[in-house]
């Protein structure tokens, strides 16, 4: 999996999480993004990624654009957008400072889903996971590359360690065009004791590179 570059977002420390304008088009790579997706795509070659690589993306501007250019420097074919790698949905936080998220994070160890609209831990888990299974399947007859966010993939990367999602904070974090593999784990409830609703909101302050 691939985490989208630095954003204008991330420069303006904002969450931009909302499917319109915005998310699709506006807010994409800052130049300094640019570099860190390619750089990361000569980081791939090494491990054996080239021009057969399979790269399914979301179709965030930030996100595509880092398949499209992590997809230019490896010499692989266009990138194929998945709208289940979109980001959370950060609900009535979307367009607010990004020291939100760590309300958010507060709210998934202490299971509070609903809090403020946002999506839940387990509806990305399921929607994550579905990406997954299907990219396996692809990947028996080429490498395969998931573009996508912070939260997206931090959850997706506890669902392959076979954790708890809503612990998904303890996974070390994965920071702006960094690549990491993923575990084989792929059921959204493994290690999750309780999955129900609870009350609402708690937290405090933030990473700025998140989203």
């Known amino acids: 999996m691939l985490r989208h570059g630095e954003s204008v977002a991330n420069v303006d420390g904002l969450i931009v999480s909302a499917v319109g304008p915005r998310a699709l088009v506006e807010v994409g790579l800052t130049e300094r993004g640019r570099e860190q997706v390619r750089a990361a795509a000569r980081e791939a070659v090494r491990y054996g990624l080239g021009a057969g690589t399979v790269v399914l993306t979301s179709d965030f501007a930030r996100a595509r654009q880092t398949a499209e250019e992590f997809c230019a420097e490896l010499g692989a074919g266009e990138p194929r957008v998945d709208e289940r790698l979109r980001e959370r949905g950060f609900g009535t936080h979307d367009e607010g400072p990004a020291t939100a998220y760590e309300l958010v994070w507060a709210d998934d160890l202490a299971r509070r889903d609903g809090a403020n609209e946002v999506e839940s831990v387990r509806e990305v888990a ?86």
């Open 126 to 211: 399921a929607r994550a996971s579905a990406v997954l299974l299907e990219a396996d399947a692809l990947a028996e007859q080429a490498p395969v590359v998931l573009v996508a966010h912070g939260d997206v993939l931090q959850i997706m990367l506890a669902v392959g360690e076979g954790m708890d999602p809503y612990e998904h904070r303890s996974v070390p974090h994965l920071g702006n065009a960094e690549l990491r593999r993923v575990g084989p784990g792929r059921d959204p409830h493994a290690g999750a004791p309780f999955h129900g609703t609870a009350p609402t909101a708690a937290g405090t302050s933030d990473e700025s590179d998140r989203g």
